[in-house]
């Protein structure tokens, strides 16, 4: 992370025109800054140092490259308003809306530290977390997701969480679409699981982490966060893309300093599908690691969504660890077709520095959810040994059973 930006901070930005691509540059600095001059008589020392500039072109082809802008910090206003002003410098104004260009892309963005000290950061990053749960180091961290999303009771959540907790899972959250309807209500679910994980920490010895989803409009936000930490939430998740990427810092700095926040990303692939259009993932991932976000979601290797590539996951696993001032790191979650013949290659990316996240992957084994845990530790156990998966699963029959035919 760059520290010596000065009094600016750097977005860096993928543009295809079929204009002069130093121009098309040289429009975004002074568009999502000052523009011409607009005062009377000639342009002050003042406008001089509130425009941006281009650092750096990296012209790959006539028209295509990359493009570094510096935005002078006395435009923003960073005690009532850093990310807004971030925001609508680099994505919010005409960045991404001029007709100089065909597509623009936010790669990524540096920020000096005295714009770091403005926000969050995580409470925890993954040692942090790792002792909240109680787990050795280097210990598989293996989390679940509550599916499918409607039509389960609270009673029915809870069963589901208890005997996956059995089978010794360490996080468990709701999935994105379990929205506290009439008939599952957050209150209820959090406490009946609650309890039921207490049931099962006082019989494996294992305490489990539960992110109970509180997504809302801003007046109903800070209620469910009260409502689900009274009972006995020991984590919370918010969708920052439906509540606000402010939801993350007020949850972090007036509900929830020391409680871990599952930061759900479901929507970035509406900004970043596109190839060199929108916004990347790696920047996303930035705004969500400097609000207070503690884990973030990334596409499993060998799964069934976008951005699983490999050169994708691992960019977002570099930004989530690098240094960042005094920002703690992310917990990656890894998620989206995880399974246990998914599993070795995601550890060969992450080791023990991220959560696995399998929904079906363990809820759906034939013989039931902690048979479903006990599969995917086995296959941990066979890509430590350097074993193959199919061999290690001739002498275990959970992890036979879920491989497929």
Same mark, same amino acid.
Do not use: C, K
């Given at each position: 992370m760059t520290t010596d930006l000065g009094q600016y901070f750097?977005?860096?930005?993928?543009?295809?025109?079929? %204009?002069?691509?130093?121009?098309?540059?040289?429009?975004? /600095?002074?568009? $999502?800054t000052t523009g011409e001059w607009s005062g009377p008589g000639a342009s002050t020392s003042l406008f001089s140092e509130c425009q941006g500039r281009v650092a750096a072109i990296r012209e790959t082809e006539p028209g295509k490259g990359e493009i570094d802008i #510096?935005?002078?910090?006395?435009? +923003?206003n960073l005690e009532q308003g850093a990310f807004p002003g971030l925001w609508l410098t680099m994505v919010g104004g005409g960045t991404h809306a001029l007709l100089a260009y065909k597509k623009s892309r936010l790669l990524d963005f540096q920020l000096p530290p005295q714009v770091l000290q403005h926000f969050p950061g995580p409470a925890f990053g993954p040692e942090g977390?790792?002792?909240?749960?109680?787990?050795?180091?280097? $210990?598989?961290?293996?989390?679940?997701i509550i599916k499918p999303t409607a039509g389960l009771t609270a009673d029915e959540v809870a069963e589901i969480c208890y005997q996956t907790a059995l089978g010794g899972v360490r996080f468990i959250k709701d999935d994105e679409k379990m929205l506290n309807s009439a008939y599952c209500p957050l209150a209820e679910r959090v406490r009946k699981v609650s309890d039921r994980l207490k049931q099962a920490e006082d019989q494996t010895g294992q305490r489990v982490i539960y992110a109970a989803h509180i997504t809302a409009t801003p007046e109903y936000l800070l209620?469910?966060? $009260?409502?689900?930490?009274?009972? !006995? /939430?020991t984590a919370l998740m918010v969708n920052f893309f439906a509540a606000g990427f402010n939801s993350l %810092?007020? #949850?972090?700095? %007036?509900?929830?300093?020391?409680v871990p926040i599952y930061a759900h990303c479901g929507g970035k692939e509406a900004f970043s599908r596109v190839a060199g259009q929108g916004i990347d993932p790696v920047a996303v991932a930035r705004f969500v690691r400097v609000l207070g976000g503690d884990i973030f979601r990334v596409s499993t290797l060998g799964g069934y969504l976008v951005g699983s590539d490999r050169a994708d996951v691992e960019a977002l696993a570099a930004v989530?660890? $690098?240094?960042m001032?005094?920002?703690?790191?992310?917990?990656?979650?890894?998620?989206?077709?995880?399974?246990? /013949?998914?599993l070795g290659p995601n550890l060969a990316v992450f !080791?023990?520095?991220?959560?696995? +996240? /399998?929904?079906?992957?363990?809820?759906?084994?034939?013989?039931?959810a902690q048979a479903g845990t006990a599969a995917l530790r086995q296959a941990a156990e066979a890509f430590s040994l350097n074993i193959p998966i199919e061999q290690y699963a001739a002498s275990h029959k959970e992890l036979q059973m879920a491989l497929p035919e």
């Open positions: 750097l977005a860096t930005y993928y543009v295809e025109t079929e %204009q002069d691509l130093a121009a098309v540059a040289n429009l975004i /600095a002074s568009t $999502e #510096l935005f002078p910090l006395i435009n +923003l977390l790792r002792a909240l749960m109680g787990a050795a180091p280097g $210990e598989l961290l293996i989390g679940t209620r469910n966060a $009260e409502i689900a930490l009274e009972n !006995g /939430a %810092q007020t #949850l972090r700095t %007036q509900v929830a300093p020391s989530m660890s $690098e240094p001032g005094d920002i703690r790191p992310l917990m990656p979650a890894v998620s989206g077709g995880l399974n246990p /013949a998914t !080791g023990a520095d991220a959560l696995m +996240l /399998a929904g079906t992957g363990i809820t759906r084994h034939p013989l039931g």
